[in-house]
C-alpha cells in the first residue's frame, strides 16, 4: 500500500482548483488533526438554498497585495483549539486539494494565520491513507520561482487604496487584536501586526527609526493602534512616542496611555475635571492605619494596588479588622495603594461605556459572578445590554476628554449620590462589549482613523 501513497516533506506547495488558488505553501503537520486555511473576511451567505461561505485568502505570505476571492460550500462550524491553547470558532469548507499529480477532497478550517508562517496547514485527517512524510525534507514535489509566482498570481493584485494601519500589541490571537486586524482588512486598508517585544528604535536627531524582526524598518505606517497591556506599559509607551515622532497617527497618545496607567494621578485628572469618584484615600506606607479606614467612611472598603489591572490587587475588606490586615500587608512589602468606599448598592454591578473620539459608540451592564464583587469579564462577570443615562454618558465623554484618550473603556458605578466613575481604560477589550450588543466597535476604531486622514493623502508604501 505505501508505494501508491504520495511521499510529502515537512513543507510543500499545494493547490485548490476549486477556489482558484493556483498555489500556496503548506505546513505538513501529522500532529495536527485539522487542515487550515488562511482566510481574511469571511462571511457565510445562501446560494441556491445551500449554506456557503466567502472569503479572501492573502496566499503569499507577507504578500497583502494579492489576493483571491473565494467561495466554497459550508460543511460546519467547531471550536477549534490553537497551538497556543486559544479556542475558536471556525467555519469548516470541503474542497479539492491539488499535490504533485493526485487531487483528492479535503476538509478545511478557515482563520486568519497572519501570525503564523504558512497560510495552509495540512492535517493529517486530510492526508489519511494517502500520504507518507518525511519531516526530514521539504518540496519533495517542487516549489515555484518567484518568477513564475509573480506570472501565477499577476492578475490578483490590489490596487492600494487604504492606509497602511499598525496594530502595537503583544497576542495576535486575543479577541480584540484580532477583530480590529479584520475590521481594518474588510475596510480595505493594509493591517500588520506589530508585536511589541520584536520592536526596536533607532534614537537619532536625522533618521530616528523602528526596526522590526529582521531588520525591517517600520517608518512607513500611516497609523498605530496601541493595545498595550500593563505588565509591558513602560516600552510599549517608549514605541508610542517614537511613532509618534515619525509623524505617525497614533490612535491613543503615549501619554495619554501613560497618566491612564497611573491610577492615582488619573483619578486626580478626573476629580480636577468636576468628575465624581468614590472617596479614596492614597498611602505609600500608611502610619495611621485608623484614619486611613475613617477617612473613607470606614469598613467595609475596597483596597486597589496602584498597577493592579483587570481586577487584579483588588480586595474588598467587609470588617475594620480585616481592612487593616490587608493594608499592614500591602505596607509590608512598601506597596502603593488606593483605599476606597464600597458602594454596596450597586450590588456587584457597573456600567463600560466605550468612547471612541468623543462618542459613546456602545455600552453595557457587567455583573460580578455570586459571591464575587467585581465585575470584569475576565473574572467571570457577565455582560449584558443597557441603556445608559445622558448624565452618565455625560460623565463617559468627559473623563475621555480629561485622560485625552480617543478610545476609551470608561467604567462607572450607580450608587445613592449618583453616577460615580471608577476606572478609565486606554486599552478596553471587545470581547464583552461587541458579544452583548453585537456592534462592530473594532469598526467604529478604523472609521475614528479614516476621520483623521480624510483630508489628508495617503502614502503607498509596503514592507
Not at 148 to 169: C, D, F, H, P, Q
Not at 305 to 319: F, I, S, Y
Amino acid at each position: 500500500m505505501s508505494q501508491n501513497k504520495v511521499i510529502l516533506g515537512s513543507e510543500e506547495w499545494c493547490s485548490f482548483p476549486e477556489l482558484g488558488i493556483p498555489t500556496i505553501k503548506a505546513r505538513v503537520d501529522s500532529g495536527a488533526k485539522t487542515s487550515a486555511l488562511h482566510a481574511i473576511n469571511i462571511a457565510p451567505f445562501l446560494k441556491n438554498e445551500a449554506n456557503w461561505v466567502r472569503f479572501d485568502i492573502n496566499p503569499i505570505q507577507n504578500n497583502l497585495k494579492t489576493v483571491i476571492h473565494c467561495e466554497a460550500p459550508l460543511i460546519d462550524k467547531r471550536i477549534v483549539k490553537s497551538s497556543s491553547g486559544f479556542r475558536e470558532q471556525r467555519y469548516v469548507i470541503q474542497t479539492n486539494l491539488q499535490i504533485g499529480d493526485s487531487q483528492w477532497p479535503i476538509e478545511m478550517t478557515l482563520t486568519n494565520r497572519d501570525s503564523m508562517g504558512f497560510r495552509m496547514l495540512l492535517g493529517r485527517e486530510a492526508m489519511s491513507g494517502r500520504v507518507l512524510v518525511d519531516p526530514e525534507q521539504q518540496y519533495l514535489l517542487g516549489q515555484p520561482t518567484s518568477d513564475s509566482l509573480k506570472e501565477l498570481y499577476k492578475n490578483t493584485e490590489k490596487a492600494k487604496t487604504g492606509l497602511r494601519i499598525g496594530v502595537l500589541a503583544s497576542n495576535p490571537e486575543l479577541y480584540s487584536n484580532k477583530r480590529i486586524m479584520e475590521a481594518g482588512e474588510m475596510r480595505g486598508h493594509e493591517m500588520h501586526f506589530l508585536n511589541i517585544k520584536e520592536c526596536y528604535m533607532k534614537l537619532d536627531a536625522d533618521t530616528p527609526e523602528i526596526h522590526y524582526r529582521g531588520g525591517i524598518i517600520l517608518n512607513q505606517f500611516d497609523a498605530i493602534i496601541p493595545r498595550i497591556r500593563p505588565s509591558i506599559t513602560f516600552y510599549g509607551c517608549a514605541l508610542t512616542r517614537q511613532f509618534e515622532a515619525l509623524k505617525v497617527f497614533c490612535l491613543n497618545s503615549a501619554s495619554a496611555i501613560t497618566q491612564s496607567r497611573d491610577k492615582l494621578y488619573s483619578l486626580q485628572l478626573l476629580l480636577n475635571s468636576g468628575i465624581g469618584i468614590p472617596t479614596t484615600g492614597f498611602a505609600n506606607s500608611p502610619l495611621d492605619t485608623n484614619d486611613l479606614i475613617k477617612m473613607v467612611g470606614g469598613s467595609p472598603l475596597i483596597v486597589k494596588l496602584l498597577e493592579g489591572t483587570q481586577g487584579k490587587g483588588v480586595v474588598l475588606a467587609e470588617t475594620k479588622k480585616a481592612a487593616e490586615s490587608v493594608i499592614n500587608a500591602f505596607k509590608s512589602v512598601n506597596a502603593n495603594i488606593l483605599v476606597q468606599e464600597f458602594i454596596k448598592e450597586a450590588n456587584g454591578k457597573d456600567i463600560r461605556c466605550f468612547v471612541i473620539d468623543g462618542k459613546v459608540v456602545a455600552s453595557i451592564q457587567r455583573e460580578a459572578m455570586p459571591g464575587e464583587f467585581r465585575a470584569n469579564i475576565h473574572l467571570g462577570g457577565t455582560a449584558s445590554v443597557i441603556n445608559v443615562t445622558m448624565e452618565e454618558k455625560r460623565i463617559a465623554i468627559k473623563a475621555a476628554k480629561a485622560m485625552d484618550l480617543k478610545v476609551a473603556g470608561v467604567d462607572i458605578i450607580r450608587s445613592s449620590k449618583g453616577p460615580l466613575l471608577l476606572e478609565v481604560n486606554s486599552s478596553p477589550g471587545l470581547e464583552g462589549i461587541e458579544g452583548a450588543t453585537n456592534k462592530d466597535i473594532a469598526g467604529e476604531m478604523i472609521k475614528a482613523i479614516e476621520k483623521n486622514f480624510k483630508n489628508k493623502v495617503i502614502r503607498p508604501q509596503s514592507i
